[in-house]
């Protein structure tokens, strides 16, 4: 392995060069094997609260709102205050619920802490690859905080189902994703109520009129997101068949509170839609909760699956258009494995198809801010709403896909003209924040490698009037928005 290896392993495998990295990277596959062995950062993130308790600090604010719009109303009615006070006068306890407020403060700060750790981790950590693969899955499963009710549970599920996860098996990360609140809550399972369920009949006793129904939103994407792909040969029935095993898997009520385990996952028998399911032409027996986990286990390691993940994975690290056959190695792999993640991340670096110069991957905004954090030493993590506002602006907000498809991951979505004039703007603000002690040649050949000292690039940075304008030259020039 070259130099050029080295580079590739940093910037394209990685999450961009921090300064005396290429150094760490010259058995560039050695290196990231070594990762992979350690494993994800886990304990930078320990001492924040778990979507168990994020659930009930809503719960908590959502109760304390609807006692203020009583009080309110209460405030506005036309008769007399009690003890002689004049009508419409604030009651202690309408005051009291006013001083609420700081529930729905912590609640900001909470999600605030999650974000800025997540960068802080991205721009400083020496296991850039298994950082990028968190990322990764967190966008192949993904959610959106713009649904009010999965808002405070983006960031938590990556934490809590993803990272633990990431470099296990993927049976073991898909059914901690299907059970998350983040998920259960986005695709509305949480409100499937299977049709000839306990509490179903119950409620058509009680109100013959009232029908509750069963939600396919989140069995559709487990099939044609999370595992086998949009052409994995299932049918509309199998769609079905899952969203029935899979009702009664939900999140704790208010009432719920109390609850020993504490967690942000319940599941609920009376909700659960009795009786045998078929998927993809297998019987799965009448077993409650575990009929909806059998499943997921036979999805994991199914070969449209291994295909799926092995074409998405080759796509994000080595190009838009990746070597079927690499892709096919990568799918075998992880099949001969049993489902092993680390097996079919092992294929793919092992592979020469993987460090080929052809393979290039232009950044995505996340990419190209993350890169410029750990190449400038910027620390844009401590002002979460700084960095959330630069990411919006360059059209990739933080945890706010468009669709559960994800973020795009090819050039072309992000490669637009107005796109590339966001980033010259993002760039020039990113520069501000290096230090000017250092020098742009310097940090450009610390970054992108030996050769960046030479050619066109390093013309302009001599010529540059100031550090910070050499910076912004660096931040802006095609080589630092590919990963190669």
């Given amino acids: 392995m070259n130099e050029t290896s080295a580079t590739a392993a940093v910037n394209r495998f990685g999450l961009g060069a921090k300064p005396g990295e290429l150094a760490q990277a010259r058995d560039p596959r050695g290196w990231l094997r070594a990762q992979l062995r350690a494993g994800p950062d886990l304990a930078a993130f320990a001492g924040l609260p778990d979507s168990g308790e994020l659930l009930r600090r809503q719960n908590a604010y959502r109760q304390a709102r609807r006692q203020d719009r009583r009080e309110d109303r209460a405030r506005d009615a036309p008769p007399s205050a009690p003890d002689g006070a004049p009508a419409g006068a604030s009651t202690p306890q309408a005051a009291a619920a006013r001083e609420r407020s700081p529930l729905q403060q912590a609640l900001r700060r909470d999600a605030f802490d999650d974000l800025g750790l997540r960068y802080r981790v991205a721009a400083t950590t020496d296991a850039p690859f298994v950082e990028r693969l968190v990322h990764f899955w967190s966008n192949h499963f993904a959610i959106s905080i ?139 027996a009448d077993d409650g909760e575990a009929q909806g986990r059998a499943i997921l286990r036979d999805l994991a390691v199914h070969p449209a699956t291994a295909r799926h993940l092995a074409f998405k994975l080759a796509r994000h690290f080595v190009a838009d258009a990746p070597p079927p056959a690499l892709v096919e190695r990568m799918a075998a792999a992880y099949l001969r ?148």
């Fill in 146 to 284: 713009d649904k009010n009710q999965a808002r405070l549970m983006a960031a938590p599920m990556e934490r809590e189902a993803i990272r633990p996860h990431v470099t296990g098996r993927f049976a073991d990360l898909l059914l901690a994703v299907e059970t998350h609140p983040g998920m259960l809550l986005y695709l509305d399972n949480a409100a499937s109520i299977g049709d000839d369920s306990m509490l179903a009949r119950r409620a058509v006793r009680r109100q013959p009129k009232r029908k509750l129904g069963l939600n396919e939103n989140l069995a559709r994407e487990i099939l044609e997101l999370h595992t086998l792909g949009v052409n994995g040969g299932y049918a509309q029935q199998d769609v079905i068949e899952l969203a029935k095993a899979i009702t009664g898997w939900g999140t704790p009520l208010p009432r719920d509170a109390g609850r020993a385990d504490g967690g942000g996952y319940v599941y609920r028998p009376v909700a659960h839609e009795p009786g045998a399911r078929s998927v993809l032409g297998r019987r799965y």
């Fill in 337 to 484: 494995s049993g489902g092993e993640l680390t097996a079919l991340y092992t294929a793919m670096i092992d592979d020469d198809a993987a460090w080929s110069d052809a393979a290039r991957k232009f950044k995505s905004p996340q990419d190209f801010v993350v890169s410029a954090m750990r190449a400038g030493g910027i620390a844009l993590d401590r002002n979460p709403p700084v960095l959330l506002r630069l990411l919006q602006a360059l059209g990739q907000p933080s945890f706010t896909p468009r669709s559960p498809a994800g973020f795009p991951d090819t050039a072309a979505d992000w490669a637009s003209g107005d796109a590339l004039r966001k980033r010259l703007q993002a760039a020039a603000a990113l520069a501000g924040q290096v230090s000017a002690q250092r020098r742009p040649l310097d940090l450009a050949a610390a970054t992108l490698g030996p050769a960046a000292a030479q050619g066109p690039l390093a013309d302009a940075l001599r010529r540059a009037g100031s550090p910070q304008e050499g910076f912004a030259l660096l931040f802006s020039s095609p080589a630092f928005q590919w990963r190669v």
